[in-house]
């Protein structure tokens, strides 16, 4: 097991890594609207999506992997009601490619962000 830990993507702001390598495949912890620096994407749910993406890309990068190896993702949305403009921005991200996803909604998230996503990825 490895801990990733990388600078292209914000630091863990709590007891967690930002990813797990196991194996071939990469593990990462949800990644909110938080941009490298520590700084919050205060934009509506589509630019939060797109710093969400560019986070868990950073991730997956330090890794040698890209968002074409992922293989699962699950999006946390605080207003279903946004499932919409995210999934564009998703679809922006992800072009082709169509990981298997899951997308729920929930009461809220860390630093009252809109949209939180993890995934997993073949390194």
């Known amino acids: 097991m490895k801990f990733i830990s990388t600078d292209q993507a914000p630091a ?3 007891p967690y890594s930002q990813a797990i390598v196991v194996n071939d495949m990469i ?3 949800g ?3 938080l941009r490298p620096e520590g700084s919050m994407e205060e934009g509506d749910v589509e630019a939060q999506t797109r710093q969400v993406l ?3 890309k ?3 990068e330090s890794e040698g ?3 074409s ?3 699962k993702t699950t ?3 605080a207003h279903m009601e946004d499932f919409a403009k995210m999934n564009g921005v998703y679809a922006e991200f992800f072009g082709e490619h169509k990981p298997a996803r899951s997308t729920v909604a929930v009461k809220t998230l860390p630093r009252n962000a809109l949209v939180e996503i993890e995934c997993i990825a073949l390194k």
């Open 31 to 33: 990644q909110i609207a």
């Open 65 to 67: 992997s890209t968002l």
């Open 75 to 77: 999006v946390f949305l």
């Open 54 to 56: 560019t986070n868990l």
């Open 12 to 14: 863990a702001i709590g």
């Open 27 to 29: 593990f990462t912890s």
């Open 58 to 60: 950073g991730v997956l």
């Open 69 to 71: 190896k992922v293989i």
